[in-house]
Antibody
Framework: EVQLVESGGGLVQPGGSLRLSCEDS????????MNWVRQAPGKGLEWVSG????????YYADSVKGRLTISRDNSKNTLYLQMNSLRAEDTAVYYC?????????????WGQGTLVTVSS | QSALTQPASVSGSPGQSITISCTGT?????????VSWYQHHPGKAPRVMIY???KRPSGVSNRFSGSKSGNTASLTISGLQAEDEAEYYC??????????FGTGTKVTVL
């Protein structure tokens, strides 16, 4: 059973940094690409970043390129999102999501989300 | 990477059918057979309802169906039930391992 649990959210000042984590309690983490999707208050879902199963390839939305860095540690079944130079518009619930598996090209499993608030 | 366009809200009475549209471009919806639809209840994780445009994951009711024509995808919910009230998002693969979501549609069961 795949269970994704995010952590690391909180309140941070503009310009600050935060690192989010997403741990997969299942045994198939290493096989799949992983992504971060966010939802700002009162707004829709926004794809943020993705990483290949090996971690060798990473992908970013234009809105976060150069400020957010996705990575993974397959030995720990954990996905990360390093967030630097944070802005008010980065305030959102951040979800990790697994792509592929039984649903090609779609996000099959999601975590419950972790809230990031960027404010002074 | 502009969001796909969805109607802000759609409503229907129990038992009726509703359809939500999702309009993109040749670079996303029209370029790939990889449109998915998600049901999102407040405070919960989104749930995939349709993938590859028209396929249902195991456990999803056959009241949910998807289709695509050109740059527009559609989600139809038939036999509308109170539990279907939620926000619905389309999502398309946009090339180079990137994705784009729709603007979201609030479904209200009258």
């Amino acid at each position: 059973e795949v269970q994704l649990v995010e952590s690391g959210g909180g309140l941070v000042q503009p310009g600050g940094s935060l690192r989010l984590s997403c741990e997969d309690s299942g045994s198939t983490f290493i096989r799949y690409g992983m992504n971060w999707v966010r939802q700002a208050p009162g707004k829709g879902l926004e794809w943020v970043s993705g990483i290949s199963s090996s971690g060798g390839s990473t992908y970013y939305a234009d809105s976060v390129k150069g400020r957010l860095t996705i990575s993974r540690d397959n030995s720990k079944n954990t996905l990360y999102l390093q967030m630097n130079s944070l802005r008010a518009e980065d305030t959102a619930v951040y979800y990790c999501a697994r792509v592929g598996g039984l649903v090609a090209g779609a996000f099959e499993y999601w975590g419950q989300g972790t809230l990031v608030t960027v404010s002074s | 990477q502009s969001a796909l366009t969805q109607p802000a809200s759609v409503s229907g009475s129990p038992g009726q059918s509703i359809t939500i549209s999702c309009t993109g471009t040749n670079s996303d919806v029209g370029g790939y057979n990889l449109v998915s639809w998600y049901q999102h209840h407040p405070g919960k994780a989104p749930r995939v309802m349709i993938y590859e445009g028209s396929k249902r994951p195991s456990g999803v009711s056959n009241r949910f169906s998807g289709s695509k024509s050109g740059n527009t995808a559609s989600l139809t919910i038939s036999g509308l039930q109170a539990e279907d009230e939620a926000e619905y998002y389309c999502c398309s693969y946009a090339g180079s391992s990137t994705y784009v979501f729709g603007t979201g549609t609030k479904v209200t069961v009258l």
